[in-house]
């Protein structure tokens, strides 16, 4: 074996190396990219899962969702301050599922699914939207007004559905 046939043979296995050096990194980002998705949906339905425990751990929000529903003009000054936060906080975290969404880490944005139509069903949160609209993302705003608004005609908030069978 000459020298020349050794410096061939050394490309060749530098070669081999660079191409298994670049097929672990792909799987490796590809797993990086999984992680990160997951990441993304855990923080995102953390951040839903403690405005409902909120809801659920104080009285004085479950009565004001409550009032909004039956007479939006009966809440108190202070009952529509926390009112419209609470209604900001909602449609921020379907905000942040829905940019998610557009940048390909999570599969669908909240909107094609019924809890936000179920919000936006209630006529205090449809006026709260007109006034609030301007917090999100242009993208977002569109999103909610071309492919939700539109859907709450055909399919009625699922408290509304159980109150017409005769439960709560």
């Known amino acids: 074996m000459t ?3 050794l410096g061939d043979f ?21 797993e990086n990219t999984k992680v990160t998705r997951l990441q993304t949906v855990q923080a995102i339905k953390s951040d839903a899962m403690h405005l409902r425990i909120a809801g659920i751990q104080s009285p004085d929000v479950a009565v004001i969702l409550a009032k909004s529903i039956e007479d ?3 809440l108190m000054t202070d009952e529509r301050i926390r009112f419209n936060l609470l209604c900001a906080a909602i449609f921020e975290n379907f905000d942040q599922f829905y ?14 699914g019924h809890l936000m ?4 069903s209630q006529e205090a949160v449809r006026q709260w939207w007109c006034e609030g609209r ?10 909610v007004e071309q ?3 539109p859907e709450l005609e055909a399919t009625p908030a699922h408290w509304q559905q159980t109150r017409d069978q005769g439960g709560v």
Do not use: K, W
Request: proline share 5%; glycine share 8%.
């Open 3 to 5: 020298l020349s046939d």
């Open 10 to 30: 050394g490309d060749f296995v530098g070669g081999i190396a660079v191409i298994v050096t670049l097929v672990y990194m792909a799987l490796q980002i590809r």
């Open 72 to 74: 939006n003009a009966a």
């Open 99 to 112: 940019q998610a969404a557009a940048a390909g880490l999570v599969d669908s944005p909240p909107g094609d």
């Open 117 to 120: 139509r179920s919000y936006l």
């Open 134 to 143: 301007n917090l999100f993302h242009p993208e977002f705003v569109a999103h």
């Open 147 to 149: 492919d939700v608004l």
